[in-house]
């Protein structure tokens, strides 16, 4: 995203043939799901191909059927070449952060936080082109098929990972930037009490839990942890955990020189100030 530099972790390439060979073996594996494998992934060149065949498949409806939906896909690939780059660091980090994740055909199929992401992402496009009609139908297809409902106007940087997926809400006005983490039923929402920009800007590499409620508009900072199922409404620092309700620091400053969201780190360091230091 614009609003900071780059932490750049990851090697180029590779995620795009490596799903190839993966979806090879699969069919040679399981022959009935050998027609879908090719169809999905063995039949395109590249991923962004893939991608606008399989997420079209999906999104498609008597509304707006699989084949025009794909045009749309393709149209927003070619036109912003970002969003392929982004699709493609948005699996390698589900991979590396998720033990259930064994194989990049897992998020490309499956993964519902993987899938909704990869849709948004197209739905912000054509909001930037003010297409918003179109975009709103998207984020009501993304909300039926994914359980995610993230407003096409919401900014999401690349590197995020969203675990399970099941009940994420993100408003319009949040921003949640490269590297982010979060598990399932978080919200990024607004209080009910602010009217325009209202909902939060989560910073580089936090990690969010499950269950947490994040709103108003608020900045949690870099590389923070928000412990599950708490319900934050003021400015969480950098590198910082917070849990309850509503949120509280605790066990001190930690992750100094890690990013919660790509350890998925979820153990709070001993400090010389922190609770539970005995020294
Ligand atoms: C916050 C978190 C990252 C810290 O984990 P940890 O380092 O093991 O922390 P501890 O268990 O040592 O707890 C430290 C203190 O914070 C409290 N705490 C930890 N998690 C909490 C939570 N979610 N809500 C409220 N308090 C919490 C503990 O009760 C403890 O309080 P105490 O010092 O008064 O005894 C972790 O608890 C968490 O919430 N991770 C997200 C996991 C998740 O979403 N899993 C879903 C998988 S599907």
Known sequence: ??????????????VWAQLRV??????????LLASYLHASIL??????????????????????????????????????????????????????RDPACRTYLQPFLYFKGY???QAYRIAHWLWTQQRDVLAYHLQSRI??????DIHPAARIGAGVFIDHAH????GETAVVEDDVSMLH?????????????RHPKIRR???????AKVLGNIEVGEDARIAAGSVVLEDVAARCTVAGVPAKPIGGRCCEGVMPAQEMDQMIEATLDGPGDGI
């Not at 590499?205 to 269950?211: E, M, T």
């Open 185 to 197: 039923s978080v919200t990024l929402g607004g209080t009910g009490k602010q009217g325009g920009d």
């Open 43 to 96: 039949h395109h060149e590249k991923i962004e191909d893939a991608l606008s065949y399989h997420l079209a498949q999906k999104l498609g409806d008597a509304d707006l059927p699989a084949l025009q939906m794909r045009d749309v896909a393709r149209e927003a690939y070619a036109m912003d070449p970002q969003l392929a780059q982004q699709a493609t660091r948005d699996m390698r980090v589900v991979r590396e």
């Open 167 to 170: 009940g994420i809400v993100i």
């Open 115 to 117: 899938g909704g992401l």
């Open 205 to 211: 590499g936090v990690l969010i839990g499950a269950g």
């Open 22 to 31: 993966e979806a090879m073996q699969a069919a040679a594996e399981e022959p």
């Open 1 to 14: 995203m614009g609003e900071a530099q780059p932490r750049v972790f990851e090697a180029s390439g590779g």
């Open 143 to 148: 909300s039926e098929l994914f359980a995610i």
